[in-house]
């Protein structure tokens, strides 16, 4: 049973940083296409960033440029170091993993978060003006 738990979230102010990370187990094989998404209170869920299995990148166009997506395979663990934080960045962020019925780069478009087969429990992160 694949299991990932989701950490590193906490307050921050505008414009510091945090780093959250998603630590996995039980996969079998590699996934081909794993994400960060948030939601904040009253709003849809919203992709972040995605990596494929090659390395490829996806961000959102709110997140670029300050939001970097990383995994360890040898530590099983997704990473997503945020930058230049802003007020809006504010929500629960969740890892996901394991894309079905699409192709990585399109893992943030619109409601495609449902695709995804396992998630974390979430790590809330708020950044203050």
Known sequence: QVQL???????????????????ASGYTSSPDCIAWFRQAP?????????????????????????FTISEDD?????????????????A?????AELFGA??????SGGLWQNFAYWGQGTQVTVSA
């Open 42 to 66: 009253g709003k849809a869920r919203e992709g972040v960033a995605a990596i494929d299995k090659h390395g490829i990148t996806t961000y959102a166009d709110s997140v670029k440029g300050r």
């Open 103 to 108: 192709y990585c780069y399109r893992a943030l």
């Open 92 to 96: 629960m962020y969740y890892c996901a």
């Open 5 to 23: 738990v989701d950490s590193g979230g906490g307050s921050a102010q505008a414009g510091g940083s945090l780093r959250l990370s998603c630590a």
């Open 74 to 90: 040898a530590k099983n663990t997704l990473y997503l170091q945020m930058n230049s934080l802003k007020p809006e960045d504010t």
